[in-house]
């Protein structure tokens, strides 16, 4: 016969861990949310930009005194495919991560990036991008006229770090 106290603590102890990790999920925004943002999934939009901008406002105040950028170190690690970074980046039209290392290279080969023909008036000494396909840029309206793309950049201004993106370059 089963013993219904052993079977009801088991079961209270089985939903009370089930909440802690249900909770701590909903408290904390999940840290992929970042790197799925610098892949352009889902692809810019103010609407997706602002979504991720309110992530990382629950989680950190952003640091603004370099290129023109907000900055949020969050407190855990955003990491996938093996890069690494706990920083969220925002810039006028850009939306992504700061990976630690010098990785523009490792980061086109992953990403399928071609170099850049511009090095974007002198900020980026490495620099790499991929326009989204058509069917993946956002409906007209949605961010003004450009073409979103995933870049993957190094520079001066980020002395060891890779900024990847996902970027609107304006028409």
Not at 13 to 25: E, I, K, P, R
Not at 55 to 66: G, I, M, N, V, Y
Request: hydrophobic share 40%.
């Amino acid at each position: 016969m089963l013993n219904r106290k052993h079977y009801r603590g088991t079961l209270t102890a089985g939903v009370a861990v089930a909440l802690l990790q249900v909770g701590g999920a909903i408290a904390t925004p999940s840290n992929r949310i970042f790197y799925d943002a610098a892949l352009c999934n889902p692809p810019y939009s103010l609407t997706a930009a602002s979504t991720v901008y309110d992530a990382a406002e629950e989680l950190a105040k952003p640091e603004t005194s370099s290129l023109d950028a907000a900055i949020y170190k969050v407190p855990q690690q955003i990491g996938q495919d093996g890069f690494q970074s706990n920083e969220v980046f925002f810039a006028n039209s850009a939306v992504g991560i700061l990976i630690e290392g010098l990785h523009a290279d490792e980061l086109a080969a992953k990403y399928d990036l071609k170099p850049e023909t511009s090095d974007l008036l002198g900020t980026s000494s490495k620099g790499y991008s991929r326009q989204l396909s058509e069917e993946r840029q956002p409906a007209p309206g949605l961010t003004g006229p450009g073409k979103v793309s995933i870049v993957a950049r190094e520079g001066g201004g980020l002395p060891g770090k890779t900024l990847l993106a996902c970027e609107l370059v304006a028409d």
